[in-house]
DNA sequence: GTCGACCAGATTGTCAACAATCTTGTCGCG
DNA sequence: CGCGACAAGATTGTTGACAATCTGGTCGAC
């Protein structure tokens, strides 16, 4: 009988994994040309699962292709970056106003828990705590405000930006810097204040914006 | 600045373009199955070019695919189009502020002539000249917002909601409510006010947000 | 009579080969 | 010596056929 191998061999779905994992990562240089069938005999799929996974990349912003010219890895330049944090300033903004409006009391505590983590990591100057507690803030805001087309723009803004935001959470000092935002957001939704919720978030992300501007110039 | 060659009937952009308008034109019933082998054969072109098409619609959410099942005109029922316009709400807000602070005198001189046509249009009694000045008013907000992220996003969640933008620009009565909300945003990025431009755009989608939740009741 | 397994039809996912297009290096001419 | 045309190579876009998967209906068992 046909032996199922790999099971589920979905060439597409291997290969778009695969590729994905590589960009987020940095494996791919930015820039780097992707060829369809280089691609396709390393992963050991079809030129056409990869062209597949390229499209989806590509509808993700984090593959450029150009017709009859291939496919790129999109760089993101600082003044994008920008322009991108810009848009997760308004769009986590109303996702925090939102969360304030309908956190539960579990909610809350949670929210209230992970502030302490996000103290305590600064506390013991562990950035990579910080930086995966961070991200764990910004995910539960999301999930809590209940708005998945926000959510889904921040999704694909967040990925495009990651080696930005990798390189933030290693600049000396800046825990110490957007720890009393953090907490300041999260009162604010704990508290059940839209307005300030979204005050706060705003508050962060231009934080944030001044900080990718500053590593421009350095 | 060749223009774009149509000679060279690449098929994937024929039929995404066919396919495009006739989602938004609103030929295609919402929900509707759309099976890759009918369309290649009505627009006579190879399936992997449909396949492609359907590809880049999903992506700009006009499409919904589903594993080995096909892809069919995603519906928008009335709560996403009411998130969506929370997203547009505070991205046209972003764009609004941007825009106050880097207009120059000749676009704030074209903003306020298409203040005037929209009076006009309203003062005549014209819904659809109004509806055309409207979309023309946002596109300029955005365009002169130099925002491409926030404009690119815009695009994509106005494809999406182009339906119920349609049934809400035929309500009666619409216009003289819209009418005075628009002229407040150009009034704001006429007199270089990012805060006022911002805050006004929010106001106003937030109508838009109260008389679509309103058609939902109808 | 109802439930579950099975089978036929339809549809999508995948594959390898072909055609169209772009890039690059070379050659000839001014 | 510089510049434009040309051809070879490489890469993407397209085509048609095949395999895998899902849907719906039918048959048999309990």
């Known amino acids: 009988m046909s032996v199922a191998p790999q099971e589920g061999a979905a060439g597409t779905r291997t290969a778009l994994e695969a590729l994905r994992a590589a960009l987020l990562t940095g494996d791919l240089a930015p820039g780097q040309r992707l060829v369809e069938a280089d691609l396709a005999a390393a992963h050991g799929v079809s030129r056409a699962s990869v062209r597949a996974a390229l499209m989806d990349l590509t509808a993700e912003g ?105 390189r933030l959470a290693l600049r000396a000092g800046r825990p110490q810097v957007s720890l009393p935002e953090h907490l300041a957001i999260i009162d604010a939704v704990v508290q059940r204040d839209p307005q300030g919720a979204e005050q706060a978030a705003r508050t962060h992300l231009a934080s944030v914006i001044a900080a990718l501007q500053e590593s421009a110039d350095g």
Chains 1, 2 share one sequence.
């Open 62 to 166: 984090l593959v450029e292709r150009i017709p009859h010219r291939g496919a790129r890895v999109r760089v993101v330049t600082v003044e994008e970056a920008v322009a991108i944090t810009e848009c997760r300033m308004v769009l986590e903004g109303l996702c925090a106003a939102k969360a304030a409006a309908r956190v539960d009391d579990e909610q809350a505590a949670v929210l209230t828990a992970l502030g302490h983590r996000l103290q305590e990591a600064v506390a013991a100057g562990d950035p990579v705590a910080y930086s995966a507690h961070n991200r764990e803030l910004h995910r539960l805001l999301r999930e809590m405000s209940g708005q998945e087309v926000a959510t889904g723009l921040l999704d694909r803004l967040n990925a495009q930006i990651v080696r930005h935001q990798f």
